[in-house]
């Protein structure tokens, strides 16, 4: 029962990152549908946890049946997510209606994440039957999806395939059975999963022929796909044009004239712009058109290394040979690292993708553009563009860009916004055109071919009742400007998505929460009904552990998600980072479930010992969230080690509070493995989408750690 609730851990993990990568393809990229199949799946595994709890002896042949059941389930998972949107008729390019999306993802989850349930609840049942406890069951699942969590991103990092790490999965599961078969049928069960390995090894050997395959069935003109660590990134070409999809959005295509738009737009509003910063975007042609001024050096910082690898030998010539220029440099990195370090420039193009994500939002708050200023020469200009329309502005669209409009204006002197498709804001510590002869006369002596940038077409922009419009509407809008902290896009992303299949939506205005609202109702009605609540569950102790459990889950979920967001903010979004400090977190869940019951006397004549050290356990999350909140006052905090070591400690809170819960006061261990667990995965569950698709974007990581801070101290009533 070791192995197999070790192998377990593993599957879990890498089985949950396989099919989320997957459904965060398959919807576009929206961060917002990742978060929310991730409680999904939190709530399938709760399930599964809970399902056929009265049966106390399960057999080891059915934990090996389920085991094979999950090694066949996955990759048609796989499959069913990548043709769904051809099954349900989708329109290519379209988005499923809200309620097809949810059900796509809540089926998808289904099988995977109900097995994952199962299969922890009646192998633990088993592994306590060997004279063993609830938390070293716990500790060693977890072990389990520590080394799934390292594979995951080693496997990515390698630059193997999702379905290929679908199918590595199942063979792990496969290969558990046959390593480890229970006596009972243990030569069928051999033969059975060998004749699954071998399946399963064929189609690994074939596994990126059936990925293409698949890939053609939403894009028959593919070239090639790859799974970088920022997403799938896949070209199509039809004709002579060469179109780029990152997570199956067109990101863009190389007969269109967005970037020259966005180039000439920016740099005729700078005299000579001799030295060029560009982030991201050189693959659709930024390069090319910037090459067109004659500047002594261009410095291209992407990203997305694997994407500029394998795709530029498809680009169209004039943008490939703009790339290989003497006095282009390109460099692989994190733009907001690179800054930290750079040289100074005329101009800096930000050519990253809209801010609808965290990941992207760190690209368009005021502590970014601070780093831009400081390597700005004087009189440079800085350039960012958003794709709005040019007629129409929602309230929440307002919203987000007077949040970007205003985190500019607290940098820089002067900000302009040119209103198109796209939109261009520049940002200058000196004056800025604000009549179109500058640039107009700059365009005529130049003498540049281009296709839609003109000295008419400049005229057009600044007399055109929008130009007015928008700039009264942006500088009259009342905005909190966006910034890491309270990174403000983030929720109106969320609306402005939710606006597509519910159009009502866009009418709304987003309520802040700041950190005086805490001690006004109805968070005082809040808090005092936590606080009745949990004194009250003390006379049932059943229900107080469970919430207890509860309790932990939720606080580590969402001190987790603060604590990602935090590093991804402050240093750049490396995925091998971000797949450290997952394992950082599972290490410390590992040792939490692990230590109790090895340092603590077991309960023989000393019941209140697990109490205490349960107590002691949840005021070890007062005092992270307090660590927290020092962390984010920080300028210049939040780096690897300090992130590292608070996402241990959180997930030993974690593990150690589960196992003291499942230690104390407790005969029979076999009769709280579901309860226990589930509630674990229920909290995990709510923690994960209140944090992602409420306190965070409401409150901001400041106020939400705040509000962890009054809910650890009111859960010492449950200890």
């Not at 997403?231 to 970037?259: S, V």
């Not at 020469?377 to 919203?399: F, M, Y």
């Not at 609540?533 to 580590?556: D, H, K, N």
């Not at 029979?668 to 509630?679: E, G, H, N, R, T």
Request: aromatic letters at 10%; hydrophobic letters at 50%.
């Amino acid at each position: 029962m070791t192995v197999f609730l070790f192998a377990i851990g593993v599957i879990s993990i890498l089985g949950q990152v396989v099919l989320l990568r997957e459904l965060h393809v398959a919807f576009y990229g929206v961060e917002l549908v990742y978060v929310l199949s991730l409680g999904i799946w939190l709530f399938w595994t709760a399930a599964g946890a809970i399902a056929g709890r009265k049966n106390l002896s399960p057999t080891p042949e059915s934990v090996a049946w389920l085991l094979g059941a999950f090694a066949l389930m996955l990759p048609l998972d796989v499959a069913w997510i990548r043709v769904s949107r051809v099954l349900l008729g989708d329109i290519p390019g379209a988005y499923l209606s809200f309620s097809r999306q949810m059900l796509v993802a809540m089926a998808s989850l289904l099988p995977a994440g109900f097995l994952s349930g199962f299969l922890f609840q009646r192998a633990a049942k088993l592994f306590i039957g060997q004279n063993r406890t609830l938390a070293s069951a716990y500790a060693v699942e977890s072990g389990g999806g520590l080394i799934g969590g390292l594979c995951s991103t080693l496997l990515i990092l390698c630059h193997v395939s999702n379905f290929a790490t679908a199918l590595l999965c199942s063979f792990l599961a496969a290969i558990t059975v046959f390593i480890a078969p229970p006596s009972g049928q243990k030569s069928f069960l051999r033969g059975a999963s060998f004749l699954l390995m071998m399946i399963l090894g064929i189609l690994l050997a074939g596994a990126g022929s059936l990925d293409d395959a698949m890939t053609r069935w939403n894009h028959p003109h593919l070239l090639e796909s790859i799974d970088s660590p920022y997403g799938r990134i896949t070209g199509t070409k039809l004709h002579h044009q060469l179109a780029i999809f990152e997570n199956d959005a067109l990101a863009w295509e190389t007969e269109g004239t967005e970037a020259e738009l966005f180039c000439h737009l920016a740099a005729l509003q700078h005299p000579h712009p001799q030295t060029v910063l560009v982030l991201g975007g050189g693959m659709e042609g930024l390069i090319r058109e910037i090459q067109k001024y004659k500047p002594h050096r261009v410095d291209y910082v992407e990203l997305n290394a694997p994407m500029l690898k394998v795709l530029a030998r498809h680009l169209p010539e004039d943008i490939r040979s703009s790339l290989g220029q003497p006095n282009v440099r390109t460099i692989f990195a994190d733009p907001r690292r690179f800054l930290k370090n750079s040289g100074r420039y005329d101009l800096i193009l930000v050519g990253m993708p809209e801010p609808s994500s965290a990941q992207a939002n760190r690209f368009y708050t005021g502590e970014f553009f601070k780093q831009c200023a400081a390597r700005l020469n004087p009189g440079g200009i800085l350039a960012l563009r958003l794709r709005t329309p040019e007629n129409l502005w929602t309230k929440p669209l307002v919203a987000r860009n007077a949040g970007i409009y205003g985190a500019a204006r607290t940098v820089f002197s002067s900000v302009l916004f040119l209103p198109g498709t796209p939109g261009v804001l520049t940002a200058c510590d000196g004056p800025l055109p604000n009549t179109p002869e500058v640039m107009s006369q700059r365009l005529e002596k130049m003498k540049m071919d281009t296709r839609l940038v003109s000295p008419a077409y400049i005229r057009y922009l600044f007399t055109n009742d929008r130009f007015f419009r928008i700039r009264s509407l942006l500088e009259r809008q009342p905005a909190t400007p966006n910034t890491d902290i309270r990174p403000v896009c983030y929720p109106y992303a969320f609306v402005l998505w939710l606006s597509k299949f519910f159009p009502r939506l866009a009418l709304i205005d987003l309520p802040g929460i700041t950190r005086k609202d805490l001690v006004k109702p109805p968070f005082l009605w809040l808090w005092a009904g936590l606080a009745v609540m949990f004194w009250l569950s003390r006379f049932r102790p059943a229900g107080c552990r469970c919430l207890l459990v509860g309790a932990a889950g939720f606080l580590g979920m969402v001190l987790e998600i603060i604590l990602l967001l935090l590093y991804q903010t402050k240093n750049g979004v490396l995925y091998q980072d971000i797949g450290w400090l997952l394992t950082c977190f599972m290490a410390g869940l590992t040792a939490g479930a692990f230590l109790p019951g090895k340092i603590i006397p077991r309960a023989n004549g000393h019941p209140l010992n697990f109490r205490h050290a349960a107590f002691l356990l949840t005021a070890g999350f007062v005092l992270l969230c307090a660590a927290i909140l020092w962390i984010i006052a920080g300028a210049d905090a939040a780096d690897l080690p300090q992130i590292s070591i608070l996402l241990s400690i959180n997930g030993f809170l974690v593990g150690g509070v589960f196992a003291c819960a499942g230690l104390q006061d407790t005969i029979d261990q076999k009769k709280i493995v579901s309860p226990l667990y589930a509630a674990d995965l229920l909290g995990g569950c709510l923690g994960s989408l209140l944090a992602s698709l409420a306190l965070i974007p409401l409150a901001g990581m400041d106020v939400t750690s705040w509000m962890m801070l009054i809910l650890s101290s009111l859960s010492l009533l449950l200890a």
